[in-house]
């Protein structure tokens, strides 16, 4: 197995391979394509394609609504390829509004309209909408895929790979990690090493592999390949990038941060975290821990980086469209019922180190990781089953 993405031979991006991978050979079923939009009325006749700041949307027209347009339905078994836009939520994974326009203008809802009547459905957007749709794919029965943030590397590289190795690989590592009790990450920062120790008790690991077959309603999220866990509990300090010149470091108790302390920076970042803490605990509450697997380039965008072998990421919010427990009814306000990922990768946070990752299973502590390279136990179980 190659671990040098830059040595990775990519093959060219194919709709039909990434749909019939990841969906399954069509059988007629109706298909749409969603986006966000901060005017969502801008989708009539196309007229967000003029906005240079809507790249992301740009992208759902070009490669998925006109793949399927031109040729591409028919192809692949599908019917209808329509188009929709709804308005941007302002967060990764907040609810949706239910409002939504089609390209002639038309006001429709999503519920009536939309989740009802297509049985795949791809989200392609600004903010993650995998937990709303999840949410929303058990209710209507749909299938359907996330894909925020698309970039042009992410459609050469995360989408042009062959999904059942990734899912085969995933397997790989899920079967290594599945039922630790805990995990340990140490953090280093000016000098200064933390550890944040997340609780896994015994729980059976999850992957996000990309295949969403039919029979079962699902969401799949698109590049996909991870490993991920609900954490039961979370105790101790990590360290937070809350933009490129501040640096907090969150104390964690009881599976929730409850405070935020500078390393250097905009206080008043921190003083508004804390402050947002005390207003809805929630906010903190700890929803995931996730491990990379592919071997793929940085992309600048969470939703593939998250997915490269070596990278980890800690989620705070909601975690139901994961199996969790933490549900939007739990949170203070709406705006805060948000799931948020935290990844630390060398391109995106250079100035954290990550010495060492420890698994804790069948009365073993095990390095996994560390400096944002998989450790030897990973290694062996990749190239054991390559």
């Known amino acids: 197995m190659e671990f040098d993405a830059s040595k990775r031979n990519f093959p060219p991006f194919s709709l039909k391979r990434l749909m019939e991978t990841s969906f399954g050979k069509g059988s007629g079923e109706r298909l749409c394509i969603l ?49 929709f836009a709804y308005k941007e939520t302002g ?83 899920r079967l290594g990690l599945t039922q630790a009790d805990w995990f340990e990450i140490d953090f280093e920062v000016e000098g200064v090493t933390t550890t944040l120790r997340l609780i896994t008790d015994g729980q059976e690991a999850q992957k996000s592999h990309g295949l969403c077959p039919p029979g079962k309603p699902d969401v799949a999220n698109l590049p996909a390949g991870e490993v991920y866990f609900v954490p039961e509990g979370a105790e101790g300090q990590f360290p937070f990038k809350y933009d490129e010149e501040t640096l907090g470091l969150l104390t964690v108790k009881d599976g929730k941060i409850v405070n935020s302390r500078l390393i250097y920076g905009d206080y008043a970042l921190i003083e508004e975290h804390n402050a947002k803490l005390v207003d809805d605990p929630m906010v903190g509450a700890i929803g995931e821990l996730g491990f990379g697997t592919q071997v793929l380039p940085f992309s600048g965008r969470d939703i593939q980086d998250e997915k490269i072998l070596g990278t980890i990421h800690v989620a705070t919010g909601r975690d139901d469209h994961l199996g969790g427990k933490l549900t939007p009814d739990m949170f203070k306000e709406h705006k805060n019922a948000s799931h948020d990922d935290v990844l630390y990768a060398p391109h ?16 073993e502590t095990t390095v996994i990781m560390g400096n944002y390279r998989p450790g030897k136990f990973m290694v062996d179980l990749l190239t054991a089953g390559s």
Request: aromatic letters at 10%; hydrophobic letters at 35%; proline letters at 5%.
């Open 35 to 83: 986006i966000d939009l901060p005017d969502p009325t801008e989708v009539k006749d196309f007229a967000f394609l003029d906005n240079p700041r809507l790249s992301i949307q740009n992208y759902g027209h070009k490669v998925f609504y006109q793949g399927f347009q031109n040729g591409g339905l028919e192809e692949m078994n599908y019917k209808d390829g329509d188009f």
């Open 91 to 173: 967060g990764s994974n907040l609810d949706m509004e239910d409002e939504c326009y089609d390209i002639n203008g038309n006001k429709l809802s999503l519920d009536k309209d939309i989740y009802p009547n297509y049985q795949v459905i791809l989200v392609v957007s600004t903010f993650s909408a995998t937990a709303p749709l999840t949410a929303k794919a058990k209710e209507f029965g749909f299938r359907g895929a996330t894909l925020h943030g698309l970039n042009q590397i992410i459609v050469d590289t995360g989408l042009s790979v062959n999904y059942q190795q990734v899912s085969d690989e995933a397997e790989l590592l």
């Open 348 to 363: 995106k946070t250079p100035e954290v180190r990550v010495p060492e990752v420890r698994m804790r299973k069948g009365g």
